[in-house]
């Protein structure tokens, strides 16, 4: 599904005044593609994907997911395309930790009404298709920080979202296990044709970008989105490299 903000502003209150957090924000993003939003802290990206995820209603303008507007939606209808249509990768993973990785997935699926053998089965084959169908049944101390992480993206998808939005997903983690997980992302993105919005303020994030935004003082430079001059390479995450043949933006 199609993602678009059609002209979003958001404020919030600060004192006497409100502080704009985005200003008339458009920014388009399509199935089977990235697009990476990068810009210093403070400058409103996790604001961006807050009203993306319908976490937060805008001031103005619309959120427009396959033509219908989100922000339009009352708070349980909004609650409802959350839970049905869309997948968050939260900064930091939020693990249970009394939980399993596959006890983690199936309380997504448990929370959406999916009966327990068919979430059960799903959940194995999101496991296994993150790297980790021999970690099933160890809890969140028993993984590495990059396992937790990969844990924290099956989950998000547990329930098939059509839009996947990823918050900082390499924050906590070192050069290597961060660039595992942006090779992850970008080939579940492409493999399950998933509209992927993702916001980093570490430009070597680009590299797994089919498009990428930059944000400064909640408006968007250079407007919408823009080809990067980036693509994931094949195979080992060491080998995503600049792509060839695109123009620089």
Not at 122 to 139: I, M, Y
């Amino acid at each position: 599904m199609t993602l678009h903000l059609d002209s979003v502003t958001l404020t919030y209150p600060d004192g006497d005044r409100r502080l704009t957090a985005l200003d008339r924000v458009t920014l388009v993003a399509q199935p089977g593609s990235l697009t990476a939003v990068v810009g210093p802290s403070g400058s409103g990206k996790s604001s961006l994907l807050a009203v993306a995820a319908t976490l937060i209603r805008p001031d103005s303008g619309r959120v427009l997911l396959e033509g219908r507007d989100l922000a339009a939606l009352d708070d349980r209808d909004r609650t409802t395309a959350r839970r049905d249509e869309i997948g968050i990768v939260f900064q930091s993973s939020n693990l249970l930790a009394s939980l399993t990785a596959l006890d983690q997935l199936l309380v997504i699926a448990h929370l959406a009404g999916t009966p327990l053998d068919a979430a059960r089965q799903r959940a194995r084959d999101l496991l296994d298709a993150v790297g980790l169908a021999g970690q099933a049944d160890r809890r969140p101390h028993q993984l590495s920080g990059g396992q937790r992480q990969r844990v924290t993206i099956a989950r998000g998808l547990m329930n098939e979202p059509s839009l996947l939005l990823v918050d900082e997903p390499t924050s906590s983690l070192d050069t290597e296990r961060g660039l595992a997980v942006l090779d992850l992302i970008r080939r579940l993105t492409t493999e399950r044709g998933l509209t992927t919005v993702m916001v980093t303020h570490q430009r070597d994030h680009l590299v797994a970008a089919d498009h990428v935004v930059e944000i400064v003082d909640g408006r968007l430079a250079g407007g919408m989105t823009s080809p990067s001059p980036y693509a994931a390479g094949a195979g080992d995450p060491a080998t995503l490299t600049p792509a060839r043949g695109r123009d620089a933006s």
